[in-house]
């Protein structure tokens, strides 16, 4: 809904300015929330700019306003958005694949808050996208690390703050150490079907020999939340948000979250399917990678969603929520056939 909050006029005109490219005196403004909670306030500002010689120009923009917490492993990833548009990290982009312009950002450091005033994205998301659409978000994906990874940009190295290549493990390894979900899928009177059951045991027997498959794999820069709701398709070109959870992390590592992260479980396996190799395509565009047999995609999502999937079974609110986590489960399995 609409709300009524205080926004700074001398920054509302900065922004405004800079986002329209005529020097604005005045603005009135309307407050709509996008989204809310524990990890960010964002909301999408409209109304009329007045310019300085007298004309008006409507507007839309996103300010997002993010208070410190911390996230279990990565305390700093509070700020981690401030810190990449800070760092330039845009220059990186291309035309068909990038992130919000960026038109002002600042930072209180007394109160651990910072403010991002960016470019409203208005397109195709979520379960609205097509297999078509994520493949093309595979393949820029793909163009884009490759390209990072080929040419090394100095500055990238020198960030402090990004996430950690163990973090995939370390969150596999606290979910394996929970006994909820792990005596469950051993239980005599575990409801998910037992070949199910039987897939995720076999990724525990086994996790050694996995990880050490998948860490043979190149190291590259992860949105490590590349999932439906933070990607939009719009005019045939790709546009992510949230890049709060960036880091290191492992070639492919990201399209698991692509094809597995809530997706269209009717769409899984085909997604997984195209986008797969066109996430590969597109890396060896600029870097060869012709020589790794195994991309380990499908072992990133057990190990990511799999333990996930049974804690949200057995929480599961109807029984539509079960059967969706029973779904989801057997999609993964049958990606083994492929």
Not at 3 to 31: F, H
Not at 65 to 82: A, F, M
Request: charged content about 30%; hydrophobic content about 40%.
């Amino acid at each position: 809904m609409t709300e009524k909050m205080r926004i700074n006029d001398e920054t509302l005109t900065l922004v405004l300015s800079k986002m329209l490219g005529v020097k604005i005196t005045s603005a009135d403004y309307q407050a709509m929330q996008l989204h809310g909670g524990t990890l960010g306030d964002v909301r999408l500002v409209t109304g009329m700019a007045r310019t300085a010689r007298g004309g008006e120009l409507p507007y839309s923009v996103v300010l997002k306003t993010q208070k410190k917490w911390e996230r279990k492993g990565d305390p700093h990833s509070w700020r981690r958005e401030y810190d990449l548009y800070m760092a330039k990290l845009g220059a990186t982009f291309s035309g068909s694949f990038r992130w919000p312009e960026c038109y002002h950002a600042g930072i209180n450091e007394e109160e651990n808050e910072t403010q991002i005033w960016m470019e409203y994205i208005d397109g195709v998301s979520g379960k609205a996208l097509t297999v078509e659409m994520l493949e093309q978000a595979a393949l820029e994906l793909g163009r884009w690390q490759g390209r990072l990874y080929a040419e090394r940009p100095a500055f990238l190295h020198k960030l402090a703050n990004l996430g950690r290549t163990e973090d995939l493990k370390n969150y596999y390894l606290r979910y394996r150490a929970w006994n909820v979900v792990y005596d469950y899928i051993r239980d005599e009177d575990c409801e998910i079907p037992k070949h199910l059951c039987e897939m995720l045991i076999e990724v525990d027997e086994n996790a050694d020999e996995i990880w050490n498959r998948i860490e043979k794999l190149p190291i590259v820069l992860c949105h490590r939340d590349f999932w439906i709701a933070n990607i939009f398709y719009s005019d045939g070109k790709i546009i992510l948000i949230d890049w709060d959870t960036t880091g290191w992390g492992y070639l492919g590592e990201d399209i698991k979250s692509l094809v597995a992260d809530e997706a269209d479980v009717d769409h899984m396996v085909e997604c997984y399917e195209k986008c797969v190799p066109a996430y590969y395509r597109g890396f060896s565009e600029y870097a060869d990678v012709s020589h790794i047999a195994d991309h380990c995609v499908r072992e990133m999502i057990l190990v990511n969603v799999g333990y996930r999937l049974v804690e949200w079974f057995i929480n599961a609110a109807s029984p539509d929520e079960k059967t969706l986590q029973i779904n989801t489960l057997q999609k993964i399995y049958e990606m083994g056939d492929i």
